[in-house]
């Protein structure tokens, strides 16, 4: 026994100076690492072994699409357009949601190309690896986790407000606790958002098909609880509420398409879909119904659902908290208050469910990279599910949700949103004109970088009242643009199976609208947002550098699992 406590303190000493030796070949691994991509095939058959099990494909088509549905319904029109409406687009948020759901759209077609190519659980992450190298698929799957989890919290309050009113309480302050001595904004301690997340939590460790089953259950009420709100509001709402006071657009074009940038947050959701990729039976074929079909039904449904808040009530009397509740006491319809109040606070569950589902593959993905500690990777066996990675992000989001307020992080969620949206589009287009068709990689990387050029200074033009010249110029050059690049590119090869048509359009104009969108956020976001890239860059120049170099050059690439029975090769995954 007292040999083992001998021991302890030089253990501990090997351990801090065998680090503080990888330390100083810092430069020398960032070199080796940053850029160091995987081949699909790595990916399928090899990195997804360092699980251990296998994730239990039992999940169809039609679970993606109520899986995408029961993901993006329930945040965007309960939790953002109150505020938008109030403060941002007035009337006209409707509109805002139609031009963020095309945006949406667009960049679901690139999710989608990848995720049939690729079909395994790191999404965003997977795909930026094995095109740019690991820091860039590290940086983006650090976003998305600080995405996924940051707007968990916010819905996660958000269910507290719709849930004192379905009860009648009109105060959702009431049912959170206030501490003297926080800051604002962290000083309401939300115990009810808390135990709903570690009941999620929960119950998305037990099993991924028995969620699938609890949240395709919810979805189908959720869809017939949001067309009685649209049918009441347009039976119920006057038009005169569009128009007065203010008009339409009361904040301009500039209010439209900022209201945009804050309700794309809405759309987080359809991208927990392709992180599912390894839990469904036909990839191929179910991948693109799901991811594709649950974003045109949600921007259908959202579209309605806030012009119909502002038929209801005019814009400048909509409540930031819990409007849509308060919209029917508007019309004296309160017993319809109450049902809205249960109704959202349901479809609020369904959209939780849905986001903590996909956070946790995220980090099982990048756990499997060695980039963050590989206890995070591991599958069990019995359940088949990121037993680990659940837990300790289901703990993380219950703690932000005990403190921090929605308006807080709303900006922070959709600027990271759209930046990995942006660098998804990005990494599609090298992918299909250089990797795939083996063309030189510079008129791509030119083109690349017009295409960002123009989307800002079109954003600037826009800013600058006095600089309205500049929208058609770099609208015009964007298109201009594009259409050369597309007809340069003599030799362009098409991956197998299911592809984005007409590329590269639909992911040129994702990249063009995801730049421009960033640029109308606030500069806080931007802060803030800054604040975090140093911190994620920090981790993985101080741990993720050296976990992946030791486990990839060290020790001459991925390892094997003596399992044979969990191997399963690139074709077995695409032919299921």
């Known amino acids: 026994m007292a040999t083992n406590v001998d021991q302890s303190p030089i253990a501990t000493n090997i351990f801090f100076t065998k680090y503080l030796q990888s330390l100083t070949q810092t430069p020398h691994r960032l070199r080796k690492r940053m850029l160091a991509t995987w081949t699909p095939d790595q990916e399928l058959n090899r990195v997804r072994l360092r699980s251990g099990a296998?994730?239990?494909?039992?999940?169809?088509?039609?679970?993606?699409?109520?899986?995408?549905?029961?993901?993006?319904?329930?945040?965007?029109?309960?939790?953002?357009?109150?505020?938008?409406?109030?403060?941002?687009?007035?009337?006209?948020?409707?509109?805002?949601?139609?031009?963020?759901?095309?945006?949406?759209?667009?960049?679901s077609l690139c999710y989608t190309e990848f995720s049939v190519q690729i079909p395994v659980a790191g999404g965003a992450f997977s795909y930026l690896r094995v095109t740019f190298g690991e820091f860039v698929g590290y940086f983006a799957g650090a976003n998305i986790l600080m995405e996924y989890v940051l707007s968990n919290a916010a819905v996660a309050r958000s269910f507290t407000d719709y849930l004192c009113h379905a009860v009648g309480e009109n105060d959702p302050n009431s049912w959170r606790v206030e501490v003297d001595g926080l800051f604002k904004g962290y000083n309401m301690l939300d115990f009810p958002a808390v135990a709903l997340v570690l009941l999620l939590t929960l119950c998305l460790c037990h099993g991924t098909k028995e969620s699938s089953i609890l949240n395709l259950i919810m979805t189908i009420f959720h869809v017939v609880f949001f067309g009685f709100i649209i049918i009441a509001g347009f039976?119920?709402?006057?038009?005169?509420?569009?128009?007065?006071?203010?008009?339409?657009?009361?904040?301009?074009?500039?209010?439209?398409?900022?209201?945009?940038?804050?309700?794309?947050?809405?759309?987080?959701?359809?991208?927990?879909?392709?992180?599912?990729?390894?839990?469904?039976?036909?990839?191929?074929?179910?991948?693109?119904?799901?991811?594709?079909?649950?974003?045109?039904?949600?921007?259908?449904?959202?579209?309605?659902?806030a012009l119909s808040l502002c038929l209801m009530v005019p814009y400048n009397k909509i409540l930031k908290d819990a409007s849509f509740s308060m919209a029917f006491r508007n019309i004296s319809w309160a017993w319809a208050s109450n049902v809205v109040g249960a109704g959202a606070s349901l479809g609020i569950v369904a959209s939780l469910l849905v986001a903590m589902l996909g956070q946790a593959r995220y980090l099982c993905v990048i756990g499997r990279a060695r980039l963050v500690p590989t206890w995070l990777a591991k599958v069990h066996p019995s359940t088949g599910t990121p037993l680990n990675a659940t837990l300790f992000l289901g703990l993380c989001t219950a703690s932000i949700a005990l403190f921090t307020e929605l308006n807080i992080v709303l900006e922070m969620i959709s600027i990271s949103t759209l930046l990995v949206f942006y660098l998804v589009a990005n990494a599609l287009i090298y992918r299909r004109y250089v990797m795939i068709s083996d063309n030189p990689p510079s008129r791509t990387l030119l083109f690349l970088f017009l295409l960002s050029f123009c989307a800002i200074c079109f954003s600037i033009s826009l800013k600058i009242q006095q600089q309205i010249w500049g929208l058609p110029l770099f609208g015009g050059l964007m298109l201009i643009v594009t259409a050369f690049f597309h007809y340069s590119m003599s030799r362009v090869s098409h991956p197998t199976g299911w592809s984005v048509p007409f590329m590269p359009w639909p992911a040129a104009i994702s990249i063009f609208l995801n730049v421009f969108l960033m640029t109308t956020l606030k500069l806080l976001s931007y802060q803030r947002f800054a604040m975090w890239t140093c911190l994620i860059t920090l981790f993985y120049v101080l741990y993720g550098v050296h976990s992946t170099y030791e486990a990839e050059e060290m020790k001459g690439g991925v390892e094997e699992v003596p399992n044979p029975s969990v191997q399963q090769s690139k074709l077995d995954i695409q032919m299921l």
């Open 235 to 305: 039976c119920n709402g006057s038009v005169q509420n569009l128009v007065k006071p203010g008009g339409l657009a009361p904040f301009g074009v500039k209010g439209i398409v900022n209201g945009a940038a804050t309700v794309y947050f809405s759309y987080i959701g359809y991208d927990s879909v392709s992180t599912l990729a390894e839990e469904i039976q036909n990839p191929s074929k179910s991948l693109p119904l799901g991811i594709v079909g649950s974003v045109l039904i949600v921007s259908l449904l959202y579209s309605l659902m």
């Open 54 to 107: 296998d994730m239990k494909r039992k999940l169809m088509w039609y679970d993606l699409v109520a899986l995408g549905v029961g993901g993006m319904l329930g945040v965007g029109v309960f939790v953002t357009t109150g505020p938008v409406a109030l403060q941002i687009s007035g009337p006209s948020v409707f509109i805002s949601y139609i031009i963020a759901g095309i945006s949406a759209l667009l960049s």
